[in-house]
């Protein structure tokens, strides 16, 4: 007989714990019966809907809901009970309650089935989700927040993973690009890339992995894209590194910097033109005080003496006079025309076309054929590149400082001249606009030299350091200098007295349409 007075104990002990458990627990427990009476309810679940238990305890559940599950909880359990279709008996599911105060809030509701020996009854546990919904509502607006300024940006946003492959691009970056956003996502980064950052890309990505040496992240720089049509542009870039869960994203900010670097491209050869011009203008000024005043001077001593008489009655004295006369003016006829052909260089002559530097250089030898012949000129040309350029102004570049290297040869020596071109970038990854890219042009010779401290005098208009020795007027020079700043360039020289000078001419490939 003791046995069972023992596990009537033990069962009196396992309620107490049970309902201490249910009691102290955080989430509601409520049960009801197949009628939807409330037959227990828990101070977490009172707390939750506002009611000290006693309320609710033998109402019917639905006062607990708002409309439509306030009328129609009653079917809902019905429905039940006869097809045996359960909704959230077994399953869980958010729903809607009421509190005693009217308000709805969203909770978290899993319902059990407890088969008594005499009866159904049904065990629902509330778990309330008002702040996590607060939570999740102001991170979703957030979220748009984020997402509307990165759909309406002017500037291109992109974000890729640590492989390059493209997980995000807004609608501003594809547009700069010429794809559709579609045409990107999955795609690999360098796709926007021309050579070499296309082929070395991945490097880049990898070396900074290892070694941590940022080259744009969190710097910012200027570089060049390739769009979807094949034609590049210039944009400068700056990334950002996200520490995701478990993994890094980089976000590259886009800003399209086409016009702002065809503006300095012109600012600069406005500005190279307004100096070169500035100093011709004092060139002019001496010039004409001087050189040309001077044979002005003679024709009008001698042109008056000559009026006294008649040319047939002249002395020997008189014919000298004549000669001397006709001497000045000439010289001062030959100054005005290289003056009037220096001038004729000018920032407003034919339009650039696609221009072969190897064909202008093959026609300026052909011309100088005879002189080469007469010294025994020995040209060495390597393969000259294609540009944009006027071919008249091209041909007269070349034709001045070869015959040059001809005209100050050495007397003892056969001129041997080399001409070769060397391509370069003014900024490394910059390609898209005129001027980023230059060729250099070398012309070197064997001939008499000159002391590189007259290096900035030999570009001027009518400077010769070799005074009467040479025939010219000094303007040669003078004109490859104008023709190579109207090209986007520029002319310099190095040379050593007795062992030769070499040329080198900058040339722009491409210029902004004029």
């Given at each position: 007989m003791e046995e069972p007075l023992h596990t009537h104990q033990d069962q009196i002990d396992s309620r107490t714990r049970l309902k201490a458990i249910i009691d102290t627990a955080i989430d509601g427990i409520i049960t009801i019966d197949t009628r939807g009476i409330v037959e227990t309810m828990n101070p977490a679940a009172g707390n939750i809907f506002g009611y000290a238990p006693e309320e609710v305890i033998g109402q019917n559940i639905s006062m607990l809901m708002p409309e439509p599950d306030h009328s129609n909880h009653d079917k809902y359990i019905q429905n039940y009970l006869e097809t045996g279709y359960a909704q959230i008996i077994g399953k869980g599911r958010e729903v809607l309650g009421k509190k005693k105060d009217g308000s709805v809030f969203p909770f978290l509701l899993s319902i059990s089935e407890v088969r008594l020996p005499d009866r159904l009854i049904f065990?629902?546990?509330v778990h309330d989700i008002s702040e996590l919904k607060k939570a999740e509502n102001a991170l979703r607006e957030s979220e748009n927040k984020i997402n509307s300024i990165i759909q309406g940006a002017v500037d291109g946003i992109i974000t890729i993973n640590q492989r390059g492959i493209i997980e995000?691009?807004?609608?501003?970056?594809?547009?700069?690009?010429?794809?559709?956003?579609?045409?990107?996502?999955?795609?690999?980064?360098?796709?926007l890339m021309p050579e070499p950052d296309k082929s070395l890309h991945d490097g880049y990505m990898h070396d900074y992995e290892v070694t941590g040496k940022r080259r744009i992240i969190g710097i910012g720089r200027e570089v060049t894209g390739l769009r979807k049509d094949g034609t590049i542009f210039p944009f400068y870039l700056s990334i950002s590194e996200v520490e995701l869960s478990g993994r890094k994203v980089y976000?590259?900010?886009?800003h399209d910097i086409t016009v702002q670097k065809l503006n300095e491209e012109r600012l600069r050869r406005y500005a190279a033109e307004l100096e070169r011009s500035n100093r011709e203008l004092q060139d002019f000024a001496y010039v004409s005080s001087h050189d040309l005043q001077e044979p002005l001077r003679k024709i009008q001593a001698f042109g008056d003496r000559l009026m006294t008489k008649e040319y047939d009655n002249l002395s020997e004295q008189g014919k000298d006079y004549v000669n001397r006369m006709l001497n000045a003016a000439s010289r001062m006829q030959n100054l005005i025309n290289d003056l009037l052909g220096f001038s004729r260089v000018t920032a407003k002559s034919k339009a650039f076309v696609m221009v072969s530097l190897d064909d202008i250089l093959s026609e300026v030898i052909s011309d100088l054929e005879v002189s080469i012949e007469h010294t025994g000129a020995e040209i060495i040309r390597s393969p000259l590149p294609n540009i944009e350029a006027e071919p008249t102004q091209m041909r007269q570049l070349f034709q001045n400082l070869?015959?040059?290297?001809?005209?100050?040869?050495?007397?003892?020596?056969?001129?041997?001249?080399?001409?070769?071109?060397?391509?370069?970038?003014?900024?490394?990854?910059?390609?898209?606009?005129?001027?980023?890219?230059?060729?250099?042009?070398?012309?070197?010779?064997?001939?008499?030299?000159?002391?590189e401290k007259?290096?900035?005098?030999?570009?001027?208009?009518?400077?010769?350091?070799?005074?009467?020795?040479?025939?010219?007027?000094?303007?040669?020079?003078?004109?490859?200098?104008?023709?190579?700043?109207?090209?986007?360039?520029?002319?310099?020289?190095?040379?050593?007295?007795?062992?030769?000078?070499?040329?080198?001419?900058?040339l722009a490939r491409k210029h902004p349409e004029e």
């Open positions: 065990t629902g546990i995000m691009v807004n609608p501003a970056a594809a547009k700069q690009f010429g794809y559709s956003a579609d045409e990107l996502l999955g795609q690999s980064i360098n796709l976000t590259g900010f886009v070869i015959s040059n290297a001809i005209k100050f040869r050495k007397a003892e020596e056969s001129p041997i001249i080399n001409v070769y071109a060397k391509s370069l970038q003014r900024k490394a990854h910059l390609t898209a606009t005129p001027g980023d890219e230059v060729v250099e042009i070398y012309v070197e010779d064997n001939g008499i030299g000159f002391d007259y290096l900035d005098r030999i570009f001027n208009i009518f400077q010769r350091l070799e005074g009467q020795k040479y025939e010219g007027s000094g303007i040669g020079l003078a004109v490859c200098r104008k023709i190579a700043i109207r090209h986007g360039g520029d002319i310099t020289a190095s040379s050593q007295p007795g062992v030769g000078t070499r040329f080198i001419i900058t």
